[in-house]
């Protein structure tokens, strides 16, 4: 081997829950989505719009609202810091692009 080389290791683990464990835990997936979409549809909008890009405190504040609202109520059953972990991977995202 050379100097320098590095070696990546992977593990896969399988998670066993029962039904209403793995009900709650496709709910919070399927709300991270919308999460992610709701955000990441704002945040176009607002470059189409020439606004200044939101960052993470502004998406935080984005979910506050979305969680209050009554068509996205459900998003309140979800802890808040998992969705803000959402907007945070999100503004990651956008901050390796530009």
Known sequence: MSEGSVFHRAYRYRLRSN?????????????????????????????????KYAGFAGMCQWVTTWRKAPET???????????????????????RFF
Do not use: I, T
């Open 73 to 95: 109520a459900y998003l309140a059953e979800v802890p808040v810091h998992a969705l803000q972990n959402v907007v945070r991977a999100l503004d990651g995202a956008f901050q």
């Open 19 to 51: 039904r209403k464990a793995e009900a709650v835990l496709r709910r919070w997936a399927g709300c991270s989505r919308k999460v992610w979409n709701l955000a990441l549809a704002e945040q176009q909008a607002r470059r189409e719009r020439g606004e």
